[in-house]
């Protein structure tokens, strides 16, 4: 099934995908096959703020935490957010937090959108009011998930970019990445930009 659905991705799009997040249960076998198949993270976790490496059969594979809480999918499955400028705030609200803790540890936030979803008109006004957000703070790494693994892998240092444990290791960054405590906002699909509500 995942070499499938990564072919039909390829089709298309005209792109291998590099990420994986499966949308129901993963099984004990589905980080093996990912590197097998040469993917270069999942987003099978929900347990962190923060990328991470985990051994895979003696090889190093980079875990990109996924988020329900900030995922728009609240407004269908618990009725959580009754209106987008619920969502927004709450999303702001994890920014504004994980940003504070950015400055001692890396942080990451995860914000899922679904077009049917978020993009109905008593709902759209949250993705303008985050992004506006966002950008008056300035502070923010807006990217793909893609990016983020990229920049995680070339910065976060070896042998696994994380400590059991700790948290992140903090490295020198490149010209143009974000600084050390910036919050990465992502959308779900990695080869999509992530400027998400």
């Known amino acids: 099934m995942i070499r499938r ?8 799009t005209g792109r291998w995908p590099v990420g994986w997040h499966t949308r129901s249960v993963a099984t004990a076998h589905t980080r093996r096959l990912l590197v097998e198949q040469g993917f270069l993270y999942d987003s099978d976790a929900y ?8 051994d895979v059969d003696g090889r190093r594979h980079l875990v990109l935490p996924y988020a329900f809480d900030t995922n728009d999918m609240q407004f269908q499955h618990t009725q ?3 209106t987008g400028r619920e969502f927004a705030a709450y999303v702001c609200d994890a ?3 994980l940003l504070r803790e950015g400055e001692r540890w890396p942080r990451m936030l995860s914000i899922g959108l679904h077009l049917r979803m978020v993009g109905r008109a008593g709902r759209i006004g949250a993705v303008d009011a985050i992004l506006r957000h966002l950008a ?9 998930r893609e990016q983020i693994a990229r920049h995680w892998l070339a910065h976060a240092g070896p042998p696994w970019g994380r400590r059991r444990g700790g948290p992140g290791r903090r490295r020198r960054r490149s010209p143009g990445a974000p600084a050390p405590g910036s919050v990465s906002s992502s959308a779900c699909r990695p080869t999509k930009p992530c400027c998400t509500a």
Do not use: K, L
């Open 136 to 144: 008056e703070r300035g502070d923010a790494w807006i990217a793909t």
């Open 47 to 54: 347990n962190d703020d923060t990328p991470y490496q985990v």
């Open 80 to 82: 959580r957010f009754a």
């Open 5 to 12: 659905t990564a072919e039909a991705i390829e089709a298309a």
């Open 95 to 97: 920014a504004d937090w």
